[in-house]
């Protein structure tokens, strides 16, 4: 069942080319975007004022990056919410308001709560899920499925990565209807997306470097990951991989929040993790890489190959291949996931089924 791997973990992780090529590929057609089950005229995508994402745990974190997509190229403001703060926040719902719940499961309570939150107040919805038939899918008004097949980890990982594919095909296409964005750089956006299945096998073909890695940090008891922008995104899902299967404890934190808070608690040896993969945000990453090692610490820097500046003051450095800024969370993700992986294996914890957590949370 588990097809000659140790772990359901470990061969969801090898199967993402795979599940981010069949979500991908059959919405793409003669270099255009084509996503029928959204159900939206072009002057319905034209009329979009506010956009909703609204999720839990890694899936929140696929919208926290989406922010930063559909923002940046289609110009829409995006606001991110946890599910279980959405629902109890009365937000305000404006007409023009598209509301997108991501989730793997498609039965998450507090996602189906705010869904259906949101379609009392008559705003248009749209659920991102994985579980065809689940009860997110069938109650939003409309659903785009992730193709990434059963997900038996309680660890999510190709789930993760076909809702960011989602996410970025529908921020590209509300830019090309809206015109937010010029062809060429449509275009040579989509060559990139096409290209991700491959970069990802080829990270997966060096996860000794990782593994090498994991094993040094078995013994940690607090890491940090810290980035900027889409960066901190990648963090977030960086520090929950770690996290929710090896126990050990670890925040992910915006880089230039560090003086505000996280930086009294890095001394000698202590595990930091830095992102680097948003060219604009290298400088000032890597000052605050700067500061943890004047207080000791120990940097693992995972950047975008080229990026040589960061070898001079990161100890450790794992490199994604070349892509567009806004797709870099696809790569980097990767080592990270195989970070959490082999530091749990390591620890000879049962990776697939952390304690006290569940693939599916139905209760909130
Ligand atoms: O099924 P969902 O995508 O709605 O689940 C949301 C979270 O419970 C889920 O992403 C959780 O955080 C994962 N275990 C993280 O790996």
Redesign the pocket.
């Known amino acids: 069942e588990k097809g000659g791997y140790d772990h359901f973990m470990l061969k969801e992780i090898y199967e993402q080319p795979k599940a981010v090529s069949d979500t991908l590929i059959p919405r793409l057609k003669d270099k255009d975007i084509i996503i029928d089950e959204l159900g939206m005229t072009d002057e319905e995508i034209k009329r979009i004022r506010k956009i909703y994402i609204i999720?839990?745990?890694?899936?929140y974190h696929t919208g926290v990056t989406a922010k930063y997509v559909f923002e940046g190229l289609a110009r829409i403001p995006v606001e991110v919410d946890l599910a279980s703060e959405f629902r109890y926040r009365n937000p305000i719902f404006e007409p023009d308001t598209f509301a997108i719940i991501?989730?793997?499961?498609?039965?998450?309570a507090d996602?189906l709560a705010a869904l259906r939150e949101a379609k009392a107040h008559h705003i248009k919805t749209l659920g991102i899920v994985n579980v065809v038939g689940s009860s997110i899918a069938r109650e939003a008004d409309n659903v785009m499925y992730t193709w990434a097949g059963p997900e038996i980890a309680?660890?999510?990982t190709k789930?993760?990565s076909t809702q960011l594919i989602a996410q970025y095909l529908l921020a590209l296409k509300f830019a090309k209807v809206r015109e937010t964005i010029d062809e060429t750089t449509f275009s040579s956006m989509i060559d990139s997306l096409k290209q991700l299945p491959e970069q990802i096998s080829f990270l997966l073909s060096h996860k000794e470097n990782v593994q090498k890695f994991a094993n040094r940090y078995l013994a940690s008891d607090h890491v940090f990951f810290i980035g900027r922008g889409i960066d901190y995104a990648i963090s977030l899902e960086g520090s929950?991989?770690l996290k929710?299967i090896s126990y050990i404890h670890s925040e992910a934190y915006a880089a230039g929040e560090l003086k505000h808070g996280t930086i009294s608690l890095i001394e000698d040896g202590r595990l930091v993790v830095a992102v680097l993969t948003q060219p604009d945000l290298y400088k000032k990453t890597i000052s605050n890489i700067l500061e943890v090692k004047t207080r000791g610490a120990f940097v693992m820097a995972v950047t975008t190959v080229g990026n040589t500046q960061v070898e001079k003051v990161a100890d450790y450095c794992i490199y994604i291949p070349e892509t567009n800024p806004y797709f870099t969370n696809s790569l980097a993700v990767i080592p990270l996931q195989l970070f959490g992986y082999y530091v749990a294996l390591g620890k000879g914890l049962d990776v697939d089924k952390p304690r006290n957590?569940a693939?599916?949370?139905t209760v909130e």
């Open positions: 999720a839990c745990g890694s899936a991501v989730s793997q499961s498609g039965e998450t996602s309680v660890a999510t789930a993760y929950l991989k929710e957590l693939k599916s949370v």
